[in-house]
């Protein structure tokens, strides 16, 4: 019978803490703001600053090695830096400012990585630049392949659009691979993952040594 007590009593507290964390959980998701306050203007002005700065490392990685490395982890890890110390510089100078969320964090980390995908998906290390008169004269007028007239000199207009239109190919493309490898087969995403359990530890004091 005292058994039976001690068990139930253990029963109960570990019950109860774990009811804590469950209550903890909604109380966090409460405190999640709407997508329209997420979106802030320190978060584009250093979206634009990290996407600035990666589309020059890219290309330049592009241009001579023909490999771009996977960026996502450094630029959330940036995106922090950046947005943190602007937060920390604003406080010390007495200016209150909206607190720094995980969810601000991934939106800059998404916009720097979209920015430096285009500069390597819309070829401008590769095919895009080369379709010039320059380069044709260069690769050969005789050479296989390399026929009159197939030249096209870059312009900012048809340049757009086009980038406009791959961007969009891409999306729509997205959403039903999404569906089927994360949805569907639950197969893991590598770098999302990484990226999403280093802003967790950078934004909660329990996630530190996972983040390590």
């Given at each position: 019978?005292n058994m039976n007590m001690e068990e139930m009593k253990e029963i109960e507290r570990v019950?109860?803490?774990?009811?804590?964390?469950?209550?903890?959980?909604?109380?966090?998701?409460?405190?999640?703001?709407?997508?329209?306050?997420?979106?802030?203007?320190?978060?584009?002005?250093?979206?634009?600053?990290?996407?600035?700065?990666?589309?020059?490392?890219?290309?330049?990685?592009?241009?001579?090695?023909?490999?771009?490395?996977?960026?996502n982890v450094s630029a959330a890890l940036l995106a922090f830096v950046f947005l943190r110390?602007?937060?920390?510089?604003?406080?010390?100078?007495?200016i209150v400012t909206a607190p720094f969320t995980r969810q601000e964090n991934t939106i800059?980390?998404?916009?720097?990585?979209?920015?430096?995908?285009?500069?390597?998906?819309?070829?401008?290390?590769?095919?895009?630049?080369?379709?010039?008169?320059?380069?044709?004269?260069?690769?050969?007028?005789?050479?296989?392949?390399?026929?009159?007239?197939?030249?096209?000199?870059?312009?900012?207009?048809?340049?757009?659009?086009?980038?406009?239109?791959?961007?969009?190919?891409?999306?729509?493309?997205?959403?039903?691979?999404?569906?089927?490898?994360?949805?569907?087969?639950?197969?893991?995403?590598?770098?999302?993952?990484?990226?999403?359990?280093?802003?967790?530890?950078?934004?909660?004091?329990?996630?530190?040594?996972?983040?390590?």
């Amino acid at each position: 019978m005292n058994m039976n007590m001690e068990e139930m009593k253990e029963i109960e507290r570990v019950g109860g803490e774990g009811m804590e964390e469950v209550r903890d959980e909604p109380e966090d998701f409460k405190r999640i703001a709407p997508w329209t306050k997420q979106i802030t203007v320190r978060g584009i002005v250093a979206s634009i600053a990290i996407g600035i700065i990666y589309s020059v490392i890219v290309m330049k990685l592009n241009l001579t090695t023909g490999l771009v490395p996977n960026l996502n982890v450094s630029a959330a890890l940036l995106a922090f830096v950046f947005l943190r110390t602007w937060t920390k510089l604003l406080s010390k100078a007495g200016i209150v400012t909206a607190p720094f969320t995980r969810q601000e964090n991934t939106i800059v980390q998404t916009c720097a990585v979209a920015c430096y995908s285009i500069a390597v998906g819309g070829g401008f290390g590769s095919y895009l630049l080369g379709l010039n008169r320059k380069t044709y004269e260069q690769a050969g007028v005789d050479t296989e392949g390399n026929t009159p007239g197939s030249t096209k000199e870059p312009g900012i207009g048809w340049m757009t659009g086009f980038l406009f239109v791959s961007c969009f190919v891409g999306l729509l493309a997205l959403v039903p691979l999404r569906k089927i490898m994360i949805i569907d087969y639950k197969l893991s995403y590598p770098s999302g993952t990484a990226t999403a359990v280093l802003i967790n530890g950078f934004h909660t004091p329990t996630g530190d040594k996972m983040a390590r």
